[in-house]
């Protein structure tokens, strides 16, 4: 079965908390980012580690190596159990990321290429290829693929094999849940969830037509 993600991009920290709870039942994971941290702290982490479901810090950390640990090392002190990372400032520092990780006993995810339409600037031309190579080199546990591309999915899960690919993009960005679900391990879905009048509603109906 596809994974359903949470992409939780509020930023009131009641009103954050709220809907992953009304949606807990129906999602296999929360992934926190920029937003809502910047809005509430990491101890964002605390109000949500009670739902029982791993959380996902989407911060695609791409600093030097050193830098990469330090903000590794903090993410899974505060009770994360994932990372997202970038992976074109080179594989010692994406390293760094999934060592850290793996540490914690935890995983990390390299972007191999995003969803936006300006991804085809700098993610086409065999550059995603060589990310998930990276990340494959790396050990990572896995990408991060654009479900508003299936085709370039598919491209990239010849590269990555098994590993785990979660897509980003379903609903707002235009991805059909439908088409993705069978080549992805996990859907991120944000929007289309939270910004539904009835975001458990809504979870629970993505839930049931994911494959
Ligand atoms: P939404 O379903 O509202 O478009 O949210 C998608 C989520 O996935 C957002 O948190 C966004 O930052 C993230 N994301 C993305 O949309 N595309 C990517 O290529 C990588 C992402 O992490």
Same mark, same amino acid.
């Given at each position: 079965?596809? +994974?359903?993600?949470?992409?939780?991009d509020?930023?009131?920290?009641?009103?954050a908390?709220? $809907?992953?709870?009304?949606?807990a039942p129906?999602?296999?994971?929360v992934k926190?980012? /920029?937003?809502?941290?910047?809005?509430?702290?990491?101890?964002?982490?605390?109000?949500?580690?009670?739902?029982g479901?791993?959380?996902i810090?989407?911060f695609k950390?791409a600093?030097i190596?050193?830098?990469?640990?330090?903000?590794? @090392?903090?993410?899974f002190s505060?009770?994360?159990?994932a990372?997202?990372?970038?992976?074109f400032?080179?594989?010692?520092?994406?390293?760094?990321?999934? +060592?850290?990780?793996?540490n914690?006993?935890?995983?990390?995810?390299i972007?191999a +290429?995003m969803?936006h339409?300006g991804a085809?600037?700098?993610?086409?031309?065999?550059?995603?290829?060589?990310?998930a190579?990276?990340?494959?080199?790396?050990?990572?546990?896995?990408i991060?693929?654009p479900?508003t591309r299936?085709?370039?999915?598919s491209?990239?899960? @010849?590269?990555?094999?098994e590993?785990?690919? /979660?897509?980003?993009?379903?609903?707002a960005?235009?991805?059909?849940?439908d088409?993705v679900a069978?080549?992805?391990?996990?859907v &991120? $879905?944000g929007r289309? &969830?939270?910004?539904a009048e009835?975001?458990a509603a809504e979870?629970?109906r993505l839930?049931?037509?994911r494959?």
């Amino acid at each position: 079965m596809t +994974e359903l993600i949470l992409a939780l991009d509020l930023l009131d920290r009641k009103q954050a908390a709220r $809907v992953a709870e009304s949606c807990a039942p129906f999602i296999d994971a929360v992934k926190v980012g /920029y937003p809502l941290v910047l809005a509430t702290g990491l101890s964002i982490v605390d109000d949500l580690s009670g739902l029982g479901l791993p959380l996902i810090a989407d911060f695609k950390v791409a600093d030097i190596p050193n830098t990469n640990r330090l903000i590794s @090392e903090a993410v899974f002190s505060a009770g994360f159990d994932a990372i997202i990372a970038h992976g074109f400032v080179g594989a010692d520092a994406a390293r760094a990321c999934v +060592e850290v990780a793996h540490n914690h006993g935890g995983a990390a995810y390299i972007v191999a +290429e995003m969803s936006h339409p300006g991804a085809t600037e700098f993610f086409h031309g065999g550059v995603a290829e060589r990310l998930a190579t990276l990340a494959v080199s790396c050990r990572a546990d896995g990408i991060i693929a654009p479900a508003t591309r299936p085709d370039r999915i598919s491209r990239l899960r @010849e590269i990555v094999g098994e590993k785990t690919i /979660y897509s980003p993009g379903v609903g707002a960005q235009g991805g059909d849940l439908d088409t993705v679900a069978r080549l992805v391990d996990g859907v &991120i $879905v944000g929007r289309s &969830i939270y910004e539904a009048e009835d975001p458990a509603a809504e979870a629970e109906r993505l839930s049931r037509i994911r494959r």
